[in-house]
């Protein structure tokens, strides 16, 4: 299993970013995936989770309403368009299959750092 995630950087408040998850090693369509962040000092927090088919999607009450999660499973690839951002959304963000997440020594990949700053 590996998960690539980029698309991450400084930006001010107010603005968009959309992240990619780029993942291998596994059937990528058949299982439900999530975003996670993990801001300095705070520990990893879910953000966004879809179901395989992409039909069924669940936000944090935190980012409900800006944030998208989506999906090609053609591709391997899971997104997560950013719009509004605030400051407080700045965080390293990961991809992860929500079950594995939880289990002991999960693998996590190198994430993305999303900055909101002016």
């Known amino acids: 299993v590996k998960f690539v995630e980029s698309g991450g950087e400084l930006v001010q408040p107010g603005g968009s970013l959309r992240l990619s998850c780029a993942a291998s090693g596994f059937t990528f369509s058949i299982f439900t995936m999530s975003w996670f962040r993990q801001a300095p000092g705070k520990e990893r927090e879910l953000v966004a989770t879809?179901?395989?088919?992409?039909?069924?999607?669940n936000y944090s009450d935190s980012v409900k309403g800006r944030f998208t999660i989506s999906r090609a499973n053609v591709a391997n690839t899971m997104y997560l368009q950013m719009n509004n951002l605030k400051p407080e959304d700045t965080a390293d963000y990961y991809c992860n299959q929500p079950t594995w997440a939880i289990m002991p020594n999960a693998y996590w990949g190198q994430g993305t750092q999303v900055t909101v700053s002016s």
């Open positions: 879809i179901t395989n088919n992409g039909l069924v999607t």
